[in-house]
């Protein structure tokens, strides 16, 4: 979302009131988790194609409950920690106490998050195959789809990770997004029946 039609001053506080920063994380941190995921400072639709490449394929994997599960982790450790680590800085005067009305909004983390899920996880023809098929996935082979997100991926990576070496506040969420992306990935694809469980499961519901 974009505060289209906004006069600039208007933009800059819809912005500020959004942002994952010291300030709003301290007086409503649920609020402010969930709405600056949804705020872009850009552009919105420059999400689009990264979100599809990233998120529909994360979807299909583990459906619409454990893929919000993976994506919403990212966004809240990846901001705990890159703005627990801002809140140290501060506190040992490594950083000026105006970095806690940083204005730190968009769906990066959860996209980053999404890619390295679908890079490393899916989807995976057995598993579209006996959960339930689409004809999207079924015509385009889960390599692309791997290949699309890390062609994502690799485009965004040069804006994830600029000042990584200085623990810019961006830089660290997008990095722990990813981690946490794939350790949460790693969990649900483990946590997902077998192909011969799935095919008993599958015979007893027709048998029904």
Known sequence: MYAYGLAPSDQRSFVASTATNLVNLR???????IASAFVSEATPW?????????LF???????????????????????????????????TGAAPGSLRFL????????????????????????????????WLFDRVASRWWRLGA?????????????GLNHLDVAAVGHLVALITGAAVGFLL???EPGPGARSLRSEASAAE
């Not at 007086?27 to 988790?33: A, K, Q, V």
């Not at 057995?126 to 098929?133: K, L, N, P, S």
């Not at 690799?154 to 600029?162: K, S």
């Open 27 to 33: 007086t409503d941190p649920l609020g402010t988790l």
């Open 150 to 162: 890390f062609a994502g991926l690799a485009l965004l990576a040069p804006h994830l990770f600029g």
């Open 103 to 134: 204005d730190d909004v968009g769906p990066s983390y959860v996209i980053a998050s999404a890619l390295i899920a679908t890079i490393l996880y899916g989807p995976e023809p057995a598993v579209r195959t006996a959960r339930h098929g689409h």
């Open 189 to 191: 694809a483990r946590l």
């Open 57 to 91: 394929p994360l979807v299909h994997r583990f459906g619409n409950l454990r893929a919000l599960l993976l994506v919403a982790a990212a966004q809240v450790i990846g901001t705990v920690i890159s703005e627990g680590l801002l809140a140290w800085q501060i506190s």
């Open 46 to 54: 420059i999400w689009i194609g990264f979100a599809i490449v990233g």
